[in-house]
């Protein structure tokens, strides 16, 4: 038997169980990871909660971690027992002592990169490796809107675009969290507690506006990123932290300038085994070389995931938070 957390109904944090179970045998073409270090996400809250339909019940969360390979199958060739592996793929289960997964969702973790820094980065920087280099690859020089700046996305994001020659302008929710996204390289900071958004991004951008917004919040976020978009740019919406964006009129696209809108996801680019590895072997050499800097801000036992929940959703994190079975 091994531990794992588990819920049998959609709700809020309290339906987080701690609880025994039987972990399977890995199939021919999957690999069983003895997980050191676990990612907590906002979409693990959103399965939690029912925005995302879970496959079953009960079932447990997480798609995020780093650890040691336990078992292989019969027809893995690419990893052995013992392996330093990562992954953020999937399926359902990382909130888990062993996790059973397809042997084509895991990377090979090099020796330069701890199980937590994999597991508070797997994730996160996959999705800003997508967003920046290639849903809308950045060359350099331009001008950018990046929601939630000082969260754990949009961290790596700053240090990403500030690599890259690209100024990030970074929406956040107060002084503190402003200093914390200047640090990590934001070029600018708007915090939309006091701030009018779109005003100061045109103020910033002497009135050209953004090629590209970048937008996790949904909902609430939604009219003001388009209207912080350039002419013919690009709005990303990657996320739902208020909710979903529904009733879209694409009229409202060309009212605003011929827009462009995209809803990405991490699954849709990392698509094949190889472009999985080849996305985590670039943000791999950016932690290596010291251009994105990757700190633990929060570390909770697996046992206290329904305590980590909370803590995400009333916004008392900043940076990334793991779980350590």
């Not at 996305?153 to 690599?163: F, H, L, N, R, T």
């Not at 990405?264 to 994105?292: C, H, K, N, V, W």
Request: neutral net charge; aromatic residues 8%; charged residues 20%.
């Amino acid at each position: 038997m091994a531990k794992r957390i588990q819920f049998s109904a959609y709700g809020g944090p309290e339906v987080l169980e701690y609880a025994d179970y039987a972990p399977a045998e890995p199939g021919p073409q999957e690999v069983r990871v003895r997980n050191r270090a676990i990612g907590l996400n906002f979409i693990d809250t959103y399965y939690r909660s029912g925005l995302y339909p879970a496959p079953h019940f009960p079932t447990s969360l997480g798609t995020e971690g780093a650890g040691e390979v336990d078992a292989v199958g019969s027809e893995v060739t690419q990893f052995k027992v013992g392996d330093r592996v990562a992954y953020a793929t999937g399926p359902l289960g990382a909130y888990s002592e062993l996790h059973v997964l397809p042997a084509d969702k895991l990377v090979r973790l090099p020796d330069s990169i701890s199980f937590e820094q994999a597991a508070a980065v797997m994730l996160k920087g996959l999705t800003v490796q997508y967003l920046l280099r290639q849903t809308f690859p950045l060359q350099g020089g331009e001008t950018i809107l990046f929601h939630a700046a000082a969260g754990g996305v949009g961290q790596i994001a700053c240090q990403w675009a500030k690599a890259l020659g690209v100024k990030l302008i970074g929406t956040v929710s107060s002084e503190e969290k402003a200093e914390q996204a200047k640090a990590k390289g934001a070029w600018a900071t708007i915090d939309y507690s006091r701030e009018n958004v779109v005003q100061r991004v045109l103020e910033l951008t002497s009135g050209a506006k953004c090629p590209v917004v970048y937008d996790s919040v949904g909902k609430d976020t939604w009219e003001t990123s388009l209207d912080c978009v350039a002419p013919r740019g690009l709005l990303v919406s990657f996320g739902n932290a208020s909710g979903p964006v529904a009733g879209v009129n694409l009229g409202i696209l060309a009212q605003k300038g011929s827009l462009f809108v995209t809803r990405p996801t991490l699954f849709g680019y990392a698509s094949t085994p190889e472009r999985l590895q080849a996305m985590a072997d670039e943000l791999f050499s950016l932690i290596a070389d010291g251009r994105i800097k990757v700190e633990v801000s929060q570390r909770f036992a697996l046992a206290d995931a329904a305590k980590a929940h909370a803590a995400l959703a009333s916004r008392q994190t900043t940076g990334s938070t793991v779980l350590i079975p």
